[in-house]
Every structure is written in structure tokens, then in C-alpha cells.
């Protein structure tokens, strides 16, 4: 079976992690930027990671036969720091032309403050202007109800971005939906200890249907299995969807949004 990882933190995770997934047969891996696990002290840090996932990262990955793409931001629980915002996001544009960016992510909300909104504006503004795709990331507290509204918000009051090029990431059962009726595109995660279980995943998916939603690992420095995404495949067998949907799900779907950037080659 071949699927893609469309949200995976590599850079943190082991060169045995990479073969694992080439055997269980991933076909792309594709990184947003996000929180190092502690606040960078400048902007220099931020520059040298954008390096590291457009330049070093690749390679690596290029080792087990495996494609890797990236997304760039400031992630929002640096967003804080509006001074720092605006120099990270002065230095995007030069890493936009490099061959494997798809775009802006991972962007969004964690606490839903004013300053992590504003920051969301300019992220937006910056994926407007350079026409590229959005990734976002929805908070994972108990407010993520109100950080989905509130990203919805600012994402459709931009009449220059286009719903079917945006994702909002990390939805639940009581996200799904609203997320789906505004044109966007739905990304759930599998984690062992929160978010989405693949019960609850398959249960969302016969729920809202199978159109515009993919499933991702976002495997990172804490407790997360980089393998989700497949596993979860095999569950959905086990609950009788047949190779064809199953595959439409882990494979299709990233496939067909990423596929909007000319950059996503497989």
C-alpha cells in the first residue's frame, strides 16, 4: 500500500524512522515548520532551520528513495513575539523559490491571543501576495473550537485566497464539519495520547465522507508514531473499506491538494 505523510517533523525524528515509512510504503513526506520544543532567541535561528528543511532535510530523506517537501512560518507559539514575527517573516520569501517549499504552515493559533491573531493576518497577507498554499495548525487546548472560528475568520475575510488551497489541520469531531462547509480542506491527526485515535478518525470519516481530508502523523519530538498514517490504513480494512477508498484517503487526497503547488512531484 503507498500513502504520503503530509505532516511530519522529521527533523526531529531518527534516519530509522525515514526507512520504516519507505517500507510501509510512503511515497512523500512533507514538513510544516514548527516549535523547536523551546523559543528561538532571534531570527538567525529561524533562518538556519528554514535551511535545514529546505536544504539538509531533503537529503537525508533522498537516502531511503524518499521525496521530501517542507512549508515555512513562524510557528504560533513564537507568535508572541511580534518583533521577532516580523523578522521571521521578512527572510520567507528568500526560501520561496527553493524547489521543495509548498508554502505557508504550519500557521494559525495556540492560546488565540491578539498577537498570535495578528500574526496569522500577516502569514495569510504573505501566502496571498506569493501565491502559494496554506497549512494551518488549530490550538490544541479546550478553546480549539474557538481558534478554528476565529482562523476560519481571518482566512475568508482575504478574498485573495482561494478555500480549496487552504488546510486547517489537527480537526476533531466537533471541527470537522465547520471546516469542510467553508471549501477548505480537513487534515486529522493521529496521536497515541490525543487528537484523533484511528477509531476516531475512520468514525469522522464515515461521518463527514471521504472529500477533501487526509490523515497525518505530525510525528515530532514528543510521544507520536511516525508510522500512524499506515496503521490506521489497516484499521480501516479491518471496519471493511475496500483497498480503493482506503487508498483515495492516505494517498489521493495529499496528493491532489499538495498537487496544486507545481512543486509537488512525485
Not at 67 to 80: A, D, G, T, V
Not at 219 to 247: F, H, K, N, Q, Y
Amino acid at each position: 500500500m503507498r500513502y504520503i505523510e503530509p505532516h511530519g517533523h522529521m527533523v526531529s525524528r531518527t534516519t530509522d524512522d525515514y526507512q520504516a515509512m519507505v517500507t510501509a510504503g510512503c511515497a512523500a513526506v512533507c514538513e510544516p515548520a514548527f516549535w523547536a520544543g523551546f523559543d528561538r532567541s532571534g531570527v538567525q535561528g529561524f533562518y538556519d532551520y528554514f535551511r535545514q528543511l529546505t536544504d539538509y532535510e531533503p537529503k537525508r530523506a533522498a537516502k531511503f528513495g524518499l521525496p521530501h517537501f517542507c512549508w515555512l512560518c513562524i510557528n504560533p507559539k513564537e507568535s508572541e513575539d511580534m518583533g521577532l514575527a516580523k523578522e521571521v517573516l521578512a527572510i520567507i520569501p528568500e526560501f520561496l523559490a527553493q524547489p521543495t517549499v509548498l508554502g505557508i504552515g504550519e500557521i494559525g493559533l495556540n492560546k488565540n491571543t491578539r498577537n498570535e491573531m495578528s500574526v496569522l493576518e500577516w502569514h495569510v497577507d504573505l501566502a496571498a501576495r506569493h501565491d502559494q498554499l496554506i497549512l494551518v495548525h488549530t490550538p490544541h487546548l479546550e478553546d480549539k473550537l474557538k481558534g478554528t472560528r476565529l482562523i476560519l475568520d481571518v482566512i475568508k475575510a482575504d478574498s485573495r485566497i482561494r478555500p480549496e488551497r487552504v488546510i486547517i489541520d489537527h480537526v476533531e469531531e466537533h471541527t470537522a464539519g465547520m471546516v469542510l462547509d467553508t471549501g477548505m480542506w480537513a487534515g486529522m491527526t493521529l496521536y497515541p495520547e490525543s487528537k484523533c485515535t484511528p477509531a476516531r478518525a475512520i468514525d469522522i470519516l464515515e461521518t463527514f465522507g471521504a472529500e477533501r481530508i487526509w490523515m497525518n502523523s505530525a510525528c515530532d519530538w514528543g510521544i507520536s508514531v511516525p508510522l500512524a498514517v499506515p496503521r490506521t490504513a489497516v484499521e480501516m480494512r479491518r471496519r471493511g473499506w475496500d483497498a480503493a477508498r482506503v487508498e483515495q484517503v492516505v494517498f489521493g487526497n495529499p496528493a491532489k491538494f499538495m498537487g496544486q503547488s507545481p512543486r509537488f512531484k512525485l
